[in-house]
């Protein structure tokens, strides 16, 4: 029989089956007969007491590079103005709080009077100025160093 007489695909399949298997029948019984190989049981290994390890620290990578350090921006001329000004303001408010500071210590009584009082009755009251003047000078003779001259009325 011929390939080409055979038509439909299922008739070809059922003859190209049968032709494959009896090739491989025929090979396999010319073939010398071989016991198969036994596999061995595996041994089981004998169990030691084994130490605990710590366990193993994963690799780090290096630490970064540290970044470049920033470059000083110049400064301007007007910024170094107002710090020049900024300073002496600050150091003028120092000197100007320790003054403060002093005239606290000094009593009430013989601490200046503001200049811009105005009097409810009208006009300086004389005999207040005349009594402040002399509390003014009291306080001086009491706190004057032994090298200073004399007081004397004026």
Known sequence: MKIYEIVSADEKLGLAKLIFNNTFNQLANELPQMPRPVAKPIAKPIATKT?????????MAPPPKPLPKAKAIPKTPTQIKHQQQKSQQDYADAVKKRFDKDTVKMPKSLQPLPGNIISPIGG????????????????????????SKPWSPQ
């Open 124 to 147: 300086g009251d004389a005999e207040l100025n005349r009594k402040l003047d002399l509390a003014r000078k009291d306080y001086e003779l009491q706190n004057r160093d032994s090298e």
């Open 51 to 59: 130490k605990p390890r710590a366990p193993k620290r994963a690799p």
